[in-house]
């Protein structure tokens, strides 16, 4: 379980131990930001400034959650509940306990990152320590409660860091589909209370908080190192909807598009509302609104949406889809640094009413070219609440 540290005014924060060797992960720094946001974080191999190397200072702190959350609807609860409550059936006492949690443990709730299980441990279980039969029991929840490609996407993700392991050196080693990754469960599964399906590691969080007919899948962390590789005789490529998606859209705005969509407040060398930002205060917004695009384009901008949103059941994601569209003249999209597929820095966002999606080229250490991040937010139903603050 995670070590907690009791810090000046007696809050209680989670620190994470220092990373010697990792595939370049950190999160949110802007030439704009914080000291501690900036000069805490620069993981090895990018991430904040000097990269290649130093140490994590990722916290997690309590926060202030209700179970408001402004849902679309359409959850498969009903179907979830069961697969969660035939996976707890599985584990042991002292397991069941390990996995188990509050609903109302904000702070353990909170606690994801893009970094590994070896710079900052997850809450739960690691799916290594669990046999079997437990792992496919886990692992049936994810498929009952994603989508195809977003329990494929997961399955990709770790299976790229089986890929960095096999790497071997400097930023590869530890890495793997079962070391790295952990599912925690929050409150009793029910189809009428609410409760919270944690699983989440290296470049994977996936928060799914079910409350009746309502189902938030945000915070939601998708990333990949490399961005695409082949195992076994099988080409990957974890993150080529998001990705594929975000560079067609920037790359058809005009000149006058593009210049209109540049974010001026500051350059971006990872995400902004990355792990631990959960103060629910969102930058202000800048860029192109999507109102000024033309209906192509605006396709193109749902394209994207579809991308993150899909990775959910099918019917909450089509009416999750059917509110993002709807506030789709709210809603503004914008770049930084680069927009291109392989350049270093490319920082590409989404911000509506609702929305919020990041994505950037960051750098990597373990391979010789960049590799994603990306996450998506809902301002109003993150952690399925409407009210968050720290």
């Not at 498969?76 to 609903?103: C, G, I, Q």
């Not at 960095?164 to 400097?170: A, F, H, I």
Request: glycine fraction near 12%; charged fraction near 15%.
């Amino acid at each position: 379980m995670r070590k907690y540290t009791l810090i000046a005014g007696g809050a209680l924060v989670a620190t994470a131990m220092t990373v010697t060797a990792c595939s370049s992960d950190s999160t949110s720094s802007t030439s704009t930001a914080s000291a501690s946001a900036s000069e805490g974080f620069g993981g090895p191999g990018g991430g904040g400034p000097g990269g290649g190397g130093g140490g994590v200072g990722q916290t997690f702190t309590a926060v202030d959650l209700d179970t408001d959350g402004v849902s679309a609807g359409s959850a498969n609860t009903a179907a979830v509940v069961p697969v969660v409550e035939a996976f707890l059936a599985t584990l042991d006492a002292d397991t069941a306990d390990t996995v188990s949690y509050d609903f109302d443990d904000t702070q353990a709730r909170t606690t994801w990152s893009n970094f590994p299980q070896t710079a900052v441990p997850r809450e739960g279980v690691v799916l290594g320590d669990l046999t079997e039969e437990q792992q496919q029991a886990a692992l049936a929840i994810l498929t009952t409660a994603l989508s195809t490609a977003g329990a494929t996407q997961d399955q990709d993700i770790q299976t790229a860091d089986d890929y960095l392991n096999s790497l071997g050196g400097q930023g590869a080693d530890g890495f793997g589909s079962l070391v790295d990754y952990s599912i925690a469960i929050y409150g009793t599964p029910s189809t009428t209370e609410p409760f919270t399906v944690q699983f989440g590691g290296h470049h994977l969080a996936r928060n799914l908080t079910y409350n009746g007919d309502s189902v938030s899948q945000t915070p939601q962390f998708v990333g990949t190192e490399p961005t695409t590789f082949t195992a076994d005789g099988t080409e990957y490529e974890p993150l080529e909807a998001e990705s594929t998606a975000f560079f067609s859209l920037f790359d058809g705005l005009t000149d006058d598009q593009r210049t209109a969509a540049e974010i001026t407040s500051g350059t971006f060398d990872d995400l902004v509302m990355g792990p631990g930002m959960d103060n629910g205060q969102f930058p202000e917004t800048e860029g192109l609104a999507v109102s000024e695009l033309d209906a192509d384009q605006q396709q193109e901008v749902l394209a994207v949406l579809q991308a993150y949103v899909g990775d959910l059941s099918t019917e909450a994601a089509q009416a999750t889809m059917a509110q993002y569209t709807a506030e789709l003249d709210q809603t503004t999209i914008g770049w930084s640094n680069n927009t291109g597929p392989t350049d270093e820095n490319s920082y590409l966002r989404i911000d509506g009413p609702s929305v919020w999606i990041e994505f950037i080229n960051t750098r990597s250490q373990s391979t010789p070219d960049i590799h994603y991040h990306s996450v998506y937010r809902d301002k109003n139903n993150d952690y399925g609440s409407s009210n968050i603050a720290g």
